[in-house]
């Protein structure tokens, strides 16, 4: 439990970075998966990285198809052409999300921290609020602040236990 709270907490901090350089995006969801096999592995629920892995799957074809298809200057976007590319990406966002919070919510029932299950809930309904003004960016990150948290607190317990 150990390695997966401190790789999950890595995967954190490094997307953090992603915004920055974006090859970290990368680093921080192969951190996230390596976190999530470790908890399926000690939880024997392979259903944690199942849905780790559609998460990552699904978020990575919205993102690459969206930002292959929009042009490097915003003022040579159409807005009345580009709306269905918006849209696709949206939903790939809500729908990543979805099994994002499946598997926070079965990593809370196999370590109790309740981190888990309200952060990926925020994480989920806050995908959903994007489309508003970006209010649900916010709404999102709370949620990663928690899931970070719960990550934390997911390593002192192994460090108590001296996994």
């Known amino acids: 439990m150990r390695t997966a709270g401190l790789l999950g907490l890595f995967s ?5 970075f992603s915004l920055l350089i974006p090859a970290f995006a990368l680093l921080s969801q192969i951190l996230l998966l390596l976190s999530h096999y470790q908890l399926a592995k000690s939880s024997e ?4 990285f199942r849905y780790t892995l559609i998460y990552i799957a699904v978020i990575t074809v919205g993102s690459v198809v969206f930002f292959s298809h929009i042009p490097s200057n915003p003022e040579s976007i159409d807005y009345r052409t580009a709306w269905p590319l918006f849209l696709f990406f949206y939903l790939c966002l809500v729908a990543s999300c979805f099994f994002l919070a499946k598997a926070y919510h079965l990593i809370y029932h196999y370590t109790g921290l309740k981190s888990f ?6 994480i989920f309904y806050g995908s959903m609020g994007v489309i ?7 709404v999102m990150l709370a949620g990663w602040i ?11 317990q192994g460090l108590a236990e001296g996994e």
């Open 12 to 16: 954190l901090l490094i997307q953090l």
């Open 45 to 48: 629920d392979i259903k944690i």
């Open 117 to 122: 299950l309200l952060g990926g809930n925020l």
């Open 132 to 138: 508003v003004m970006g209010i649900g960016s916010i």
């Open 146 to 156: 928690l899931v970070g948290v719960a990550y934390y607190k997911l390593w002192e």
